[in-house]
């Protein structure tokens, strides 16, 4: 990848569920630029496209139609293997619903990537608490989810989100069950992660107030880019 490439590059990308009469075009041909270490959040109505870009850019899907490149690689030409492989080693992911297993320790949940990776218990615990030393949990390593605020519990699937050290931290609607003081505390951990780890982050939101922290916001309407935005954090955008 060239210095001055983006890490991640969308170019007429479309996507179509269905056939005949039954046919949805989610995607109309979105080109999108992301640099390496931005913050950047993903707004759009429902239906707009922006939670399928998502699940393309997270490789949890394929374009229809389109290049996707990734670090200068063509993405839509992997397979399913070579996309879980990506997924592994690049990747990490935050969802609104947290997503732990009840019955295991907030440690455990965080190594569980680790496990996967074939790690050693040794290893898994030393990364493990390094990641909720991180979203400052280390103290509470051997609580269930059951025993943590969903604050805190939302900083646990962080940590395990981030406990593989990926390039992209992929969140969607990260903040959508917490009260307006703990998304405050969530959105400061991103920032920081993505300020001083330097993990590009891409969070969907509908919540203006959290994609003020962002650098870049792009907005999507009707399966395209409307517009794109970068602005200061906390600040006024300044349209692209």
């Not at 983006?6 to 007429?12: E, H, S, Y």
């Not at 850019?57 to 990506?86: K, M, N, W, Y």
């Not at 592994?88 to 297993?101: A, T």
């Not at 569980?112 to 909720?132: C, N, T, V």
Request: aromatic share 6%; charged share 25%.
């Amino acid at each position: 990848m060239a210095d001055n490439a983006p890490l991640i590059r969308l170019r007429g990308v479309r996507k179509v569920y269905g056939t005949g009469a039954t046919q949805f075009q989610a995607l109309k041909g979105v080109d999108l630029d992301i640099q390496q270490g931005d913050f950047v959040a993903v707004m759009g109505p429902s239906g707009s496209g922006k939670s399928t870009t998502m699940n393309i850019l997270g490789c949890l899907d394929v374009p229809s139609a389109g290049e996707f490149l990734f670090r200068g690689h063509h993405i839509e030409t992997l397979d399913r293997d070579q996309r879980a492989l990506l997924r592994r080693k690049y990747l990490g992911f935050v969802f609104q619903g947290f997503n732990l297993l009840s019955r295991t320790t907030a440690l455990e949940n965080v190594e569980l990537p680790l496990l996967y990776r074939g790690e050693s218990k040794a290893r898994r615990r030393e990364l493990g608490m390094g990641a909720l030393a991180k979203v400052g949990l280390d103290r509470w390593w051997d609580h269930t989810p059951a025993e943590l605020s969903g604050g805190q519990q939302q900083r646990v699937a962080i940590a395990r989100a981030i406990v593989t050290k990926p390039d992209v931290l992929l969140a969607d609607e990260p903040t959508g069950n917490l009260d307006s003081e703990r998304s405050v505390e969530i959105m400061e951990l991103l920032t920081g992660l993505n300020r001083d780890a330097g993990i590009t982050v891409l969070m969907v939101t509908h919540e203006p107030d959290m994609a003020a922290f962002a650098r870049t916001v792009v907005h999507f309407k009707d399966g395209l880019v409307e517009r794109i935005e970068a602005q200061h954090r906390q600040g006024a955008a300044v349209e692209a």
